[in-house]
């Protein structure tokens, strides 16, 4: 149930046992028919994972759990364990990048390494420690940045080179990148960000984006729409062409309505769908994006769902929460979104 700009503070049930009030702190108050569910429960696959990442084709997905197992899972439903490394220690934590081929770990003892587990090879580290942000350019090089000295680095994973080392203004929170590489954004706190060309060249710009901490940015397929994530509640978005320095820059559309803060964005390959990662009631939010409006609530497990794919295909959905748990969903068919919407008009809340 949503409908609360701001968060929900109180909540009161009356003695129907089918009546909800609620208070949010802007001094909102709705009156929500409990028996009339307004969520999808269709239900995912749940998989124990430190971290994963979809195979190129997303015909398997890549996994590595907390006792250091490194798996390819295959099948229908990604069920189906075929581990081809151990790491040999209990992992801290874990990134997959370039679609599974490297891994970088840290185990519980401190240590950290990074593997490339195409050619079996391990690699150099970067020697500064775990960054707390980490991306993968489209040259393949490692994005990091470590807030202790407010430092980022691009590096190249193979032949340990640093390519730029700089110090971003209002820190790195989130990265995105077209996918032809012609447009990538660094964007820190504030909504501060470095829009980069194909050329090279750097442009300052900064969105109209309250206080930004736990952030993700996207580009979609064709390159038109910026999609960010908001700690203040909501996603945003922006056409690429006003992208521009010199003024804060509002979006053209804010996608409102969750129950808490959105942590992940991502595109459908096709770029007609929008989802965002939240909570394990509102695990993935799917949006249509020319109308902007939301067309299905997929609920899940855990919390704070950091991480959230389309496979390539756009035929499965996975999202990664903050407990360890990897929620996968087959992305529903146009019946099932149609009986959703449905069942929506049918059992609409009453305030």
Same mark, same amino acid.
């Given at each position: ?11 009161? *049930? ?28 269709? +239900? ?33 439903d990604y069920q189906e364990? =075929? ?17 599974? #081929?490297? *891994? +970088? ?16 090879? =391990?690699?150099? @580290? ?7 942000? +980490? ?21 190249? @994973? ?9 110090? @971003? ?12 590489? #012609?447009?990538? *954004? ?7 960000g470095t829009l980069t ?12 984006? @309250? ?29 690429t062409e006003d992208l ?40 993935? #939010? ?5 109308? =902007? ?25 996975? +999202? ?17 979104? =149609? ?11 009453? #305030?």
């Open positions: 149930m949503r409908g609360h700009e701001h968060e929900v503070s109180q909540l009161a *049930l009356l003695r129907d046992n089918k009546t909800l009030v609620s208070g949010a702190k802007d001094g909102s108050v709705y009156s929500w028919d409990t028996s009339a569910s307004r969520e999808n429960d269709r +239900s995912s696959i749940t998989i124990p994972v430190v971290n994963w990442d979809f195979a190129p084709d997303g015909e398997a997905i890549a996994t590595v759990d907390r006792r250091g197992q490194v798996a390819s899972r295959e099948g229908p364990a =075929r581990p081809f490394r151990e790491i040999g220690g209990e992992v801290a934590e874990a990134r997959f990048a370039d679609h599974g #081929r490297f *891994l +970088s770990y840290r185990l519980s003892d401190g240590s950290i390494s990074i593997v490339d587990l195409q050619l079996n090879r =391990r690699l150099q @580290p970067s020697g500064k420690g775990w960054a707390n942000f +980490s991306a993968m350019t489209p040259e393949h090089h490692y994005l990091l940045y470590f807030s202790s000295n407010n430092e980022a680095l691009e590096r190249d @994973p193979v032949t340990n080179r640093v390519v730029k080392s700089w110090h @971003p203004v209002g820190g790195l929170t989130a990265y995105a990148a077209t996918g032809d590489g #012609r447009l990538r *954004l660094t964007l820190g706190r504030n909504g501060i060309d194909s050329n090279r060249r750097e442009t300052q710009v900064e969105l109209d984006v @309250p206080e930004v901490t736990y952030a993700c940015a996207c580009f979609s397929p064709d390159g038109r729409l910026l999609a960010v994530a908001s700690e203040f509640g909501f996603v945003g978005l922006w056409t521009r320095p010199g003024r804060k820059l509002p979006p053209i559309a804010r996608l409102e309505g969750f129950t808490l803060s959105p942590r992940s964005v991502a595109f459908s390959p096709d770029g007609t769908r929008l989802v965002a990662g939240g909570e394990s009631v509102e695990a993935v #939010r799917i949006f249509d994006v020319d109308t =902007r409006q939301e067309v299905l609530t997929l609920t899940g497990s855990g919390q704070n769902c950091w991480d959230t794919q389309f496979s390539p295909d756009g035929n499965v959905l996975a +999202s990664h929460n903050g407990t360890g748990e990897l929620n996968l969903w087959r992305a529903p068919t146009w019946e099932e979104i =149609r009986a959703a919407e449905a069942n929506e008009r049918a059992g609409e809340t009453v #305030r």
